[in-house]
């Protein structure tokens, strides 16, 4: 599905700012698979979905997604296959364009982008349908703009968004963190609803070690660049956050929460 | 002391080319929330074309295309410094309005002026063949309804979604697999497409086509978009396009009205500029904005 190989990061080289971001990763995603990620502040997780999305072009390695090459695609290109949601939950939406608009903007992702009309009725109906799923009452919203929305609603919408386009895998970089916890749980249960889809593999990266452990089916530890766990199966059944911190000495208080 | 009902009829015919102007800088301004400063020069090359045309004998029509297509260049040029080149859209609007005056004098010859007394314009066609009062009013508003009706249609195609939700948001753009870049160009050359067109008509009009006249343009464009969503809202996309029109035609009548009471010519930029900055402040305060709430924030400190 995603493999990458000798994968290599490093911000403002030769300056005395330098830092290496991803050190020599090493990294492969089966099809289905719902991979939650974990680690202290600057670990490079953010930087590893990053690289992969094709935000920060990498130094050395290649990212191959669904056996192509993508490493030197542009990021909208990529974006085809590819389906994002950022922390900030503004990141996700055109804030001055109605619910529909942005959900054709979605939804027309693979299509060519030309003067058809924007959205036709046929359209409408499907986008009512399927945000009647989300149980947010957003589907008798659909002619507001985005920017109405609370940043729950709006991160709910960005993930519906992300998904409905069918893409081959979806990264969400800590995409509950801004939420109050009511919402981000609604969330997680739609993003754990979202990542079943036949198809889709799933990337997220997580603050929140309890999380990271009750949803997927493996997760990986990051520090200083590198993965140093990769658990799956039985292994990771067995583990618990108070064996994480234990055995991976981990002393950020935020990742407690 | 009003305008007499001939300034008056004059400042509507100017407002009608004036919102074509305000229209294309709403389109870089607001849709893709880039201040193009392109316009001083691109209307001057819509101009200079058109007048070029006209003078040899041309199509006045063909003039206006022409025009259009020069803006259209100048714009992707502006946007293609900002994109590839990675130069700030302020300075790269201002690289290229600064060199297309050269490019203007090119046009026209060398000449700093056309006049175009003895040719044909699309408004003397207008005065002479259409049997209907107003005859030059009449065919502005119709070109304007065209355009906006234009822009609205566009506006709500898939790509005109896209050229939106690029001046919204450029992250989430291109996660949607949409070319921020490529609708940077788009948005940045149609604008000027379009103040170019406004250019052409203008020279036309005014029957002369002048190497400064773009001086200030821009100012007045942003003026007509800001002053016309303060005064006639932007609820829906429709009512923000026509809002912006009657902007520029507001903003026509009062200036003429402040020359009519007696305000020297030389003071017309330091009044543009007041009434962009009460424009903006009245659309920063939105419907709050009154006396009372100053003082009551006076108070409070």
């Known amino acids: ?257 | 002391m009003l305008l007499t009902f001939a300034a008056f009829m004059g400042s509507l015919e100017q407002g009608m080319i004036y919102a074509i102007l305000a229209l294309g800088v709403f389109l870089s301004f607001r849709t893709l929330n880039l201040p193009d400063l392109t316009v001083d020069g691109s209307i001057v090359t819509g101009a200079a074309a058109s007048a070029v045309i006209c003078s040899i004998g041309g199509n006045p029509l063909l003039g206006l295309l022409l025009a259009f297509i020069c803006g259209l260049l100048a714009g992707t040029v502006t946007a293609l410094l900002n994109t590839k080149l990675k130069i700030q859209p302020l300075l790269a609007g201002i690289l290229v309005m600064f060199g297309l005056y050269s490019i203007n004098l090119r046009i026209m010859g060398s000449r700093p002026n056309i006049p175009l007394t003895r040719s044909d314009t699309l408004y003397k066609w207008a005065e002479n063949s259409l049997h209907i009062e107003y005859p030059k009013l009449i065919m502005g508003v119709v070109i304007l309804a065209i355009i906006i009706i234009l822009f609205f249609f566009f506006l709500k195609t898939r790509i005109g979604f896209a050229l939106r939700a690029t001046g919204d948001n450029e992250d989430m753009v291109r996660a949607y697999a949409i070319n921020s870049d490529g609708m940077k160009v788009l948005g940045l050359a149609l604008s000027n497409g379009f103040v170019a067109l406004a250019g052409g008509m203008l020279a036309q009009y005014q029957s002369f086509a002048d190497v400064t006249m773009g001086t200030g343009m821009v100012v007045i464009g942003l003026a007509s978009v800001i002053l016309g969503e303060a005064i006639f809202g932007t609820k829906s996309l429709l009512r923000r396009l026509i809002a912006v029109s009657l902007g520029a035609v507001v903003y026509r009548l009062i200036i003429a009205q402040a020359f009519k009471l007696g305000l020297p010519t030389s003071d017309l930029k330091l009044v543009s500029a007041a009434i962009i900055t009460i424009a903006l402040a009245v659309g920063a305060f939105g419907g709050n904005f009154s006396l009372n709430s100053l003082f009551a924030k006076k108070e409070a400190k």
């Open chain 1, 1 to 257: 599905m995603l493999k990458i190989e000798k994968m290599h990061k490093t911000f403002g080289k030769g300056t005395i700012n330098e830092k290496v971001a991803i050190d020599n990763i090493d990294f492969n995603l089966r099809p289905g698979d719902f991979v939650t990620i974990i680690g202290s502040n600057g670990a490079g997780k953010s930087t590893l979905l990053n690289c992969i999305s094709g935000v920060f072009p990498i130094d050395k390695g290649k990212i191959i997604l669904d056996g192509k090459n993508i490493t030197r695609q542009p990021e909208f290109k990529r974006s085809k296959f590819i389906g994002r949601v950022f922390q900030d939950p503004l990141k996700g939406t055109a804030f001055d364009m109605t619910i529909e608009e942005n959900l054709s903007i979605a939804y027309n992702k693979n299509s060519f982008r030309g003067l058809q009309s924007g959205i036709n009725r046929k359209q409408k109906e499907v986008f009512r349908e399927k945000l009647a799923l989300l149980g947010m009452g957003l589907e008798d919203r659909m002619k507001q703009k985005a920017k109405l929305l609370s940043g729950g609603q709006r991160q709910a919408l960005t993930l519906f968004m992300a998904v409905i386009s069918k893409p081959k895998l979806l990264l969400l970089d800590e995409h509950t963190a801004a939420l109050d916890p009511g919402a981000a749980k609604k969330v997680l249960e739609l993003t754990n609803r979202f990542s079943k889809e036949p198809g889709l593999s799933t990337m997220m990266i997580t603050h929140n070690m309890k999380d990271a452990l009750q949803y997927g089916n493996r997760t990986i530890l990051m520090k200083e660049g590198k993965i140093v766990m990769d658990i799956s199966g039985d292994e990771r059944a067995d583990m618990t956050v108070e064996k994480l911190i234990e055995q991976f000495e981990i002393d950020n208080d935020r990742m407690l929460l």
